[in-house]
């Protein structure tokens, strides 16, 4: 079995109503730092990132410390919203996040489905620095939930999901957060 590490961003310089391509804040860099302390031994570890900035940033100590590169992964970024004004986005997630993915539109569902796709093709243990709803996404797929928020990755969490190719199976939530997502 293949294990995958899924780490959400650290802390992002400014929250998702308010910038398209944050990168992280003090406080983001200095979760990262504290993320690759708790996988720089598990090593050997594929390293995959979401294009977006803050989870390259999240990844670039982890690669550094194993000397290793990381491999940017379209699959595993943020949420695609539709074209919405920045101010629009935040009230547009929250309902996504209070629905079902059956009912979310085709582009989301296949987005879903991008992301279970990209992990059942995992065959070696890896680490992808992605998002929140990315994290929920492939949560729901393991745990075989129709639920969009299945729970609230902290910052810097790490959930483990093990895969054969065929199926996903959850191993670990991470640490839960207690603020609202950003």
Known sequence: MTLIYLVRHGKAAASFTDDLD????????????????????????????????????TAAPLAENLNSSVSIENRVAEIPSPNLSLQERGAWLGAVMEGQWSTQSESLQAWRNQIETCLLSISANTVIFTHFVAINAAVSLAEKSDKVLIFRPDNCSITIIETDGKTLQLVERGQEAVTKVN
Request: charged residues 10%; hydrophobic residues 40%.
């Open 22 to 57: 944050p990168g992280l804040d003090n406080l983001g860099r200095q979760q990262a730092q504290t993320a690759c302390a708790s996988l720089a031994n598990l090593s050997p570890l594929q390293l995959l990132s979401s294009p977006l900035l803050r989870a390259q940033e």
